[in-house]
C-alpha cells in the first residue's frame, strides 16, 4: 500500500531565505508523485509532478522537487521565499492505474508554510 | 485548460436537510470524479471515486447512503449530503485526471456548515 508522510506540520521561513519542505513516500509500485498548494479555503493548484522522468522536477512559481528513489523522499524547495507563497502544502502519491487501481491520490499531512517579512 | 468548476462555494444548511455539490469539467470529458473531504487542519480524505455511468465506489467509513454521488454524464458528478448533521461540516473538494498528462485538476472546494 501506498502512504507519504511530510515531515514537517509548520515550517517559518523569513522573505528571501530558502523554502524546504520535507516529503517521504512509500509505494509498492513505481509512484507518480506531487505537489500541490491550498491557500484558505481555496481549492489546490499542482506546483509539479514526477512520473519517472528526470528525477529532478521544476515546477512554477520557482519551486522545485527532488525524486530520490533511494531515500524515498520528494522534498520540496525553492531558492528565495515571497509572502505570496504562505499557505498550506500537500505531498501526494499515486500508483499507476491498472484495472485495480483507479489511480486515486493519498495526501500527506500538510505542511503549512509560514513566511516573515 | 483542464478546468474543474465546483458549486456552490459556500452554502449552509439546517440539521436533517440534503444539499448537493456539483462538480463540473468545463472543458474536458472526465470519465471518473473523485470526492475528498477536509476538516480544518487536516489533510484531504478520499470518499468516493465516481465513475460515469456505474456505481461510485467508496471509501472504508464511508456511509454511501448519507454522500450519494451521481456521475450521469462525462462532466458532471454530484455529491449529496443527505439528513445533514453538525458533523458533516467540513471542506468537499472533488478532482478529476487532467487530460493534459499527469496530475488531477482540483474543483476550488464547498464549505457546507451545518447549523
Known amino acids: 500500500a501506498q502512504s507519504v508522510t511530510q515531515l514537517d506540520s509548520h515550517v517559518s521561513v523569513s522573505e528571501g531565505t530558502p523554502v524546504l519542505l520535507r516529503c517521504n513516500y512509500s509505494?509498492?509500485?513505481?509512484?507518480?508523485l506531487f505537489w500541490y498548494v491550498q491557500h484558505p479555503n481555496k481549492g489546490l493548484q499542482l506546483l509539479l509532478k514526477y512520473t519517472s522522468a528526470a528525477t529532478l522536477v521544476k515546477g512554477i512559481n520557482g519551486f522545485e522537487a527532488e525524486f530520490k528513489k533511494s531515500e524515498t523522499s520528494f522534498h520540496l524547495t525553492k531558492p528565495s521565499a515571497h509572502m505570496s507563497d504562505a499557505a498550506e502544502y500537500f505531498c501526494?502519491?499515486?500508483?499507476?492505474?491498472?484495472?485495480?487501481?483507479?489511480?486515486?491520490?493519498?495526501f500527506g499531512q500538510g505542511t503549512t508554510l509560514q513566511v516573515k517579512p | 485548460g483542464a478546468v474543474v468548476s465546483q458549486h456552490p462555494s459556500r452554502v449552509i444548511c439546517k440539521s436533517g436537510t440534503s444539499v448537493k455539490i456539483e462538480c463540473r469539467s468545463l472543458?474536458?470529458?472526465?470519465?471518473?470524479m473523485f470526492w475528498y473531504r477536509q476538516f480544518p487542519k487536516q489533510s484531504l480524505m478520499l470518499m468516493a471515486t465516481s465513475n460515469e455511468g456505474s456505481k461510485a465506489t467508496y471509501e472504508q467509513g464511508v456511509e454511501k447512503d448519507k454522500f450519494l454521488i451521481n456521475h450521469a454524464s462525462l462532466t458532471l458528478s454530484t455529491l449529496t449530503v443527505t439528513s445533514a448533521h453538525p458533523e458533516d461540516s467540513s471542506f468537499y473538494i472533488c478532482?478529476?485526471?487532467?487530460?493534459?498528462?499527469?496530475?488531477?485538476?482540483f474543483g476550488s472546494g464547498t464549505r457546507l456548515t451545518v447549523v
Open positions: 472543458d474536458f470529458q472526465a470519465t471518473t
Open positions: 501526494v502519491v499515486s500508483d499507476p492505474i491498472s484495472s485495480s487501481n483507479t489511480g486515486k491520490l493519498i
Open positions: 509505494s509498492s509500485y513505481s509512484p507518480s
Open positions: 478532482s478529476a485526471k487532467s487530460p493534459l498528462g499527469g496530475g488531477y485538476t
